[in-house]
């Protein structure tokens, strides 16, 4: 026997208190919300139990609360009604567009909590694709959708979106649109680019929530293959030249490795995205009594900072805030 004993350092909750190398807080949470048309709607996404699509002044009430409660960040998601879609996305980008306004108005109430957008043709589009589609030959065509992304990310900056946030994987589409923002003078509108993007069954649940699903085919030839990292590695490369300020993996928990290497390799800040199905897994679970969801989620979004990541977005953003405050 040796006089090496690793319970000595867990023999207390002082102790394990100290040595703890990291802990989860709300300085570390943004939260996604899927935002609708109708002011004063309220829809429960079925496939996420406990997460709702929020007109504008239901969103203001329930940011009023959590803000107090130290909300940092939300990510904006439109529910974008069939009439407003087409092929070319031109919605996303129309001054009348109900989720720029929306921006508008929360920034003007809670200047200090960061707004997040989404930049992709997916919401707005038709055909459920992040970009133009060849109607002949069902190619998503990536230079001609960089055009869109440049014009909606030029609309939510001026709406006073303080991140943009491309999650649309066409190439090249963080510089063209860091040029349009310096061009336009929103030379401190922050990217936090969707660097490794991979193409995930756990985005499910998001396309029920956002009727978004593509009308045919799959992802795969833009999102990133999920037996790879050397191309998370190189995606990262790019975005950062190009003028990213955050990188973002996504999903999360299935790709820690992924985390792990960007963290060791980029000299920019980390964030993860625990996506639509890895919330519903663990609710569902724990609603069946299957185990405790709130620990899960605790350990999980812990487990996604100790890899590397010091952003995360996740819809347990909310019951978190809840629960540490009670
Ligand atoms: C689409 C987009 C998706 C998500 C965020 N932006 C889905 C997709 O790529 O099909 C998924 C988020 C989630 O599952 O919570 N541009």
Not at 141 to 159: G, I, Y
Not at 194 to 216: E, I, M, Q, V
Not at 250 to 277: E, M, N, T, W
Request: charge should be neutral.
């Amino acid at each position: 026997m040796t006089f090496v004993r690793p319970r000595r350092l867990r023999s207390s909750h002082a102790i394990r208190e100290l040595i703890a190398e990291v802990d989860l807080s709300e300085k570390d949470l943004i939260y996604p919300v899927f935002l609708l048309s109708e002011k004063d709607g309220k829809v429960p996404v079925q496939s996420m139990p406990g997460q709702n699509r929020v007109g504008l002044n239901i969103l203001m009430k329930e940011l009023g609360e959590l803000v107090s409660l130290g909300l940092k960040g939300i990510c904006l998601f439109p529910v974008v009604p069939d009439a407003q879609k087409s092929s070319d996305g031109v919605y996303s980008y129309n001054s009348d567009n109900f989720y720029l306004q929306a921006i508008a108005k929360i920034k003007e109430k809670y200047p200090e909590l960061l707004v997040m957008t989404d930049v992709a043709l997916d919401p707005y589009s038709t055909d459920g694709h992040d970009g133009i589609v060849d109607k002949k030959t069902g190619e998503i065509l990536n230079d001609e959708t960089l055009e869109v992304l440049v014009k909606m990310s030029l609309a939510q900056a001026q709406a006073g979106a303080d991140i943009i946030g491309p999650s649309d994987m066409m190439d090249s589409r963080v510089g063209s649109i860091r040029k349009a923002l310096e061009n336009e003078g929103h030379k401190n509108t922050l990217i936090m680019s969707y660097t490794a993007k991979y193409a995930s069954s756990f985005y499910g649940p998001f396309r029920d929530a956002l009727d978004s699903a593509p009308k045919f085919g799959d992802k795969k030839t833009y999102q990133m293959d999920f037996r790879n990292s050397g191309e998370a590695i190189k995606e990262a490369m790019l975005d950062i030249n190009e003028g990213a300020d955050i990188l973002m993996v996504k999903p999360a928990i299935a790709y820690l490795d992924i985390i792990a290497k960007l963290k060791a390799r980029a000299r920019l800040p980390i964030s993860a995205y625990q996506v639509s199905g890895e919330y519903s897994m663990i609710k569902a679970a724990g609603m069946k009594g299957w185990l405790d969801s709130d620990g899960v989620f605790i350990e999980s979004l812990t487990a996604i900072k100790r890899a590397g990541a010091s952003v995360i977005l996740s819809y347990y953003t909310a019951e978190f805030l809840k629960k540490l405050n009670s």
